[in-house]
C-alpha cells in the first residue's frame, strides 16, 4: 500500500494525477460509473484508466490514434430499408402462394380423377376451363390458375438497391435496349460496307436480306416479344430505326436479329382451298368464287386460255372504275401471274363503293388465278398478299361524335 501511495504521490508530483477530469464528457461519465474508454477515444482523442478504483490517470495516446482503426458503417437509406422489406416481403408471400397453388393443383388433381404427381399446368388450365366455363370474350377476364412465378412480379433490383437493367430509369429499358441494338448493328453495317468499298468492290445481293417472305410484327406483337408496353411513337421511332437496317446492303449478316421483330408471311399451300376447275363445253377451264370487302360481295369467272376480255357488270373493266387507283387493285393479280392477256373475266358485283369492290373482286380473282396456276405462281400469289382476305371494315359512328372518331367543331356558349 506504501509504494502504491508512493506511487500516487509520484504522479501527483508530476501533475499527472488529475482527482476529476477537465473534459466535460469523461467527467459524465465518471460521476455515473459508466466510462467507457473506447468511445472516451472516440469523442475525447483521450485515453482514462482507473488505478487502485479511486482515481483516474489522463494523458494523450498518439500510439492509441495509430494503432486503433475505426470502420464506420454505412447508414442505410429509407428507400434502401424498404426495399430490403420489400424483397422479404415478396420471398415469404412467395413461398405461401406455392404452398398454396401446390394444395389447389393436388385438389383439382382428385377433383378431376388424375394423379397430381403428373398433373402438368396444361392439365390444370383445361381442368379450370371445364369446371369453370366463362363466356367473357376477354381471355385475361377469364378465371385462371396460374404458378406464383408466373403471377408474381418479381424485383427488378438487386440487394444493394441496383437495377438489373442498364435502362432501366428511362422507363422503357426494353424498347431502348432494342433501339441500342439497333443502331449498333446499324454501324457495323456501314464499316462492313466502308471495307467492301475500300477494295474497289460493290456489295453482292446476297449480303442483303431477303424480305419478301417476312413482314414487321405489329405494336401488339412487339410488346409480346419484348415483354413491354409501347407507345405509338415509341414504337413508329424503333421500326425506322429497323427498316434502316433491313434496307442496309449489308443487312443479311444482322438477319436472325431482324427476324426477332419479323414474322413469316409464307404459308403452306396445301392448307388453303381454292375453287374447283370446271370444263366447259366448248373445251375451255373456267373458276368462278364470290368474295366480300365491306358490304360489296363480287363474283369473279376466269376461262381459261382466253383474250384478255374483262367485263364488269357489262362494262369494260377500265370504264367501270373512274377512280385510277380501283383500276390498279383490279389488274394487279394479273400482273403477278403474268396472266394479263391469256385468260377472260367476267365479274358481277354489288354493295359498297369503288374501294369495296375494287376489293372484293381483286381477292376473288386471286383465288381463282391460284387454282389456275402452278404451285410457284401461288407462292407469288401469297407473296403479293393477294391471297388474304381484307377484314377491316368501316368504324361504326359514336354518340356525340360528328363521325367515328371526328368530334363536332367546338363554339363558346
Known amino acids: 500500500m506504501e509504494n502504491c501511495m508512493l506511487r500516487d504521490d509520484k504522479f501527483m508530483d508530476h501533475g499527472f494525477m488529475k482527482r476529476e477530469p477537465k473534459n466535460t464528457l469523461a467527467r459524465e461519465h465518471f460521476e455515473n460509473g459508466k466510462m467507457n474508454s473506447i468511445s472516451l477515444l472516440l469523442r475525447s482523442n483521450l485515453r482514462f484508466s482507473s488505478i487502485h478504483n479511486k482515481s483516474v490517470v489522463a494523458y494523450s495516446s498518439q500510439a492509441a490514434k495509430e494503432n486503433v482503426t475505426i470502420k464506420k458503417k454505412k447508414p442505410i437509406s429509407r428507400a434502401m430499408r424498404a426495399y430490403i422489406d420489400r424483397v422479404k416481403q415478396f420471398e415469404e408471400n412467395l413461398i405461401v402462394e406455392s404452398k398454396e397453388y401446390s394444395d389447389g393443383k393436388r385438389f383439382l388433381a382428385n377433383i378431376m380423377g388424375e394423379d397430381p404427381a403428373h398433373f402438368t399446368p396444361k392439365d390444370v388450365d383445361k381442368s379450370v376451363e371445364y369446371l369453370l366455363p366463362s363466356g367473357l370474350f376477354q381471355k385475361l377476364a377469364r378465371p385462371e390458375m396460374a404458378p406464383p412465378e408466373e403471377t408474381i412480379e418479381k424485383a427488378k433490383f438487386d440487394i444493394n438497391g441496383r437495377p438489373f437493367h442498364f435502362l432501366f430509369y428511362t422507363g422503357a429499358s426494353h424498347l431502348y435496349e432494342t433501339q441500342?441494338?439497333?443502331?449498333?448493328?446499324?454501324?457495323?453495317?456501314?464499316?462492313?460496307?466502308?471495307?467492301?468499298?475500300?477494295?474497289?468492290?460493290?456489295?453482292?445481293?446476297?449480303?442483303?436480306?431477303?424480305?419478301?417472305?417476312?413482314?414487321?410484327?405489329?405494336?401488339?406483337?412487339?410488346?409480346?416479344?419484348?415483354?413491354?408496353?409501347?407507345?405509338?411513337?415509341?414504337?413508329?421511332?424503333?421500326?425506322?430505326?429497323?427498316?434502316?437496317?433491313?434496307?442496309?446492303?449489308?443487312?443479311?449478316?444482322?438477319?436472325?436479329?431482324?427476324?426477332?421483330?419479323?414474322?413469316?408471311?409464307?404459308?403452306?399451300?396445301?392448307?388453303?382451298?381454292?375453287?374447283?376447275?370446271?370444263?366447259?363445253?366448248?373445251?375451255?377451264?373456267?373458276?368462278?368464287?364470290?368474295?366480300?370487302?365491306?358490304?360489296?360481295?363480287?363474283?369473279?369467272?376466269?376461262?381459261?386460255?382466253?383474250?384478255?376480255?374483262?367485263?364488269?357488270?357489262?362494262?369494260?373493266?377500265?370504264?367501270?372504275?373512274?377512280?385510277?387507283?380501283?383500276?390498279?387493285?383490279?389488274?394487279?393479280?394479273?400482273?403477278?401471274?403474268?396472266?394479263?392477256?391469256?385468260?377472260?373475266?367476267?365479274?358481277?358485283?354489288?354493295?359498297?363503293?369503288?374501294?369495296?369492290?375494287?376489293?372484293?373482286?381483286?381477292?376473288?380473282?386471286?383465288?381463282?388465278?391460284?387454282?389456275?396456276?402452278?404451285?410457284?405462281?401461288?407462292?407469288?400469289?401469297?407473296?403479293?398478299?393477294?391471297?388474304?382476305?381484307?377484314?377491316?371494315?368501316k368504324e361504326r359512328k359514336k354518340f356525340g361524335k360528328a363521325g367515328a372518331r371526328r368530334g363536332y367543331t367546338w363554339l363558346k356558349r
Open 180 to 393: 441500342f441494338e439497333t443502331v449498333k448493328r446499324i454501324n457495323r453495317a456501314e464499316k462492313l460496307l466502308e471495307q467492301i468499298h475500300r477494295k474497289g468492290h460493290t456489295p453482292e445481293k446476297e449480303n442483303k436480306m431477303d424480305l419478301v417472305t417476312s413482314e414487321w410484327q405489329d405494336i401488339s406483337e412487339m410488346e409480346k416479344t419484348i415483354n413491354e408496353s409501347i407507345r405509338d411513337d415509341h414504337f413508329e421511332q424503333t421500326m425506322q430505326a429497323l427498316e434502316r437496317l433491313a434496307q442496309h446492303p449489308m443487312s443479311g449478316h444482322f438477319k436472325d436479329f431482324l427476324m426477332n421483330y419479323r414474322k413469316a408471311t409464307t404459308v403452306n399451300m396445301t392448307e388453303m382451298v381454292f375453287p374447283e376447275i370446271q370444263q366447259d363445253p366448248d373445251g375451255r377451264y373456267s373458276v368462278q368464287h364470290t368474295t366480300k370487302r365491306k358490304t360489296a360481295v363480287a363474283t369473279v369467272t376466269i376461262r381459261s386460255p382466253g383474250e384478255g376480255k374483262f367485263v364488269i357488270n357489262g362494262q369494260p373493266g377500265l370504264l367501270y372504275f373512274s377512280d385510277v387507283g380501283a383500276r390498279e387493285h383490279v389488274l394487279f393479280p394479273y400482273q403477278v401471274t403474268g396472266l394479263m392477256e391469256k385468260v377472260d373475266t367476267e365479274v358481277t358485283v354489288e354493295g359498297g363503293g369503288f374501294n369495296g369492290q375494287s376489293g372484293a373482286i381483286r381477292y376473288a380473282t386471286s383465288l381463282c388465278l391460284a387454282a389456275l396456276v402452278d404451285e410457284q405462281g401461288r407462292v407469288k400469289l401469297q407473296l403479293a398478299g393477294l391471297l388474304r382476305r381484307d377484314p377491316r371494315v
